[in-house]
């Protein structure tokens, strides 16, 4: 089987490689003040088609977890594709995603467990969005029962590394 050759979109995400610190603001609910939390993440190569993110920081409520993200294009699928996973829920989360037409945001979309806690599932978004070589944002959001996306997490990654 021949290794397939990567695209353009592949080409995209390997300007996320590197070591990154980050600050996160995260809104727990409207009768919350925001919640501050900052961590450092690693994004590496797996070959030419593939990037891994390993993920190291505060939650809000203090705690330390660890994330991982798996992100890809799927020419077959026409969508960029891969997982999150975290130390602190048992839920793994898929993606499916596009980028916009300027090549500056990549939103995510997803599927996971409800704030409501009545055990139903929502639609979530990541949305990841280039500032510079050494800047970027992500933002996290659901889709609420009016139909509106709710902004719950905004992060800015600040680049510490050269690209791996």
């Known amino acids: 089987m021949e290794t397939p050759q990567p695209l353009e979109q592949h080409h ?14 995260c809104h727990m609910g409207p009768d919350q003040p925001p919640m501050q939390c900052a961590g450092q993440q690693t994004t590496r190569a797996l070959g030419q088609l ?17 994330s991982v993200i798996t992100l890809g294009y799927d020419p077959a ?36 467990p409800s704030f409501s806690g009545d055990g ?3 639609k979530y978004q990541d949305i990841i969005e ?8 992500m933002t996290s959001q659901f889709l609420g029962p009016d139909g509106q996306w709710v902004r719950f997490m905004h992060g800015t990654y600040q680049r510490t590394g050269a690209a791996k």
């Open 12 to 25: 995209w995400l390997l300007q996320l490689l590197g070591d990154w610190t980050y600050a996160h603001e």
């Open 50 to 66: 593939w990037i891994l993110t390993e993920i190291t920081g505060s939650m809000p409520d203090g705690n330390e977890a660890r």
């Open 77 to 112: 699928q026409e969508c960029f594709v891969g997982t999150f996973v975290s130390s602190c829920m048992t839920h793994m989360w898929p993606y499916r995603g596009t980028l916009d037409a300027a090549r500056k945001v990549l939103t995510l979309d997803s599927e996971g």
């Open 120 to 122: 139903t599932m929502a």
């Open 130 to 137: 280039i500032i510079d070589r050494d800047h970027h944002t």
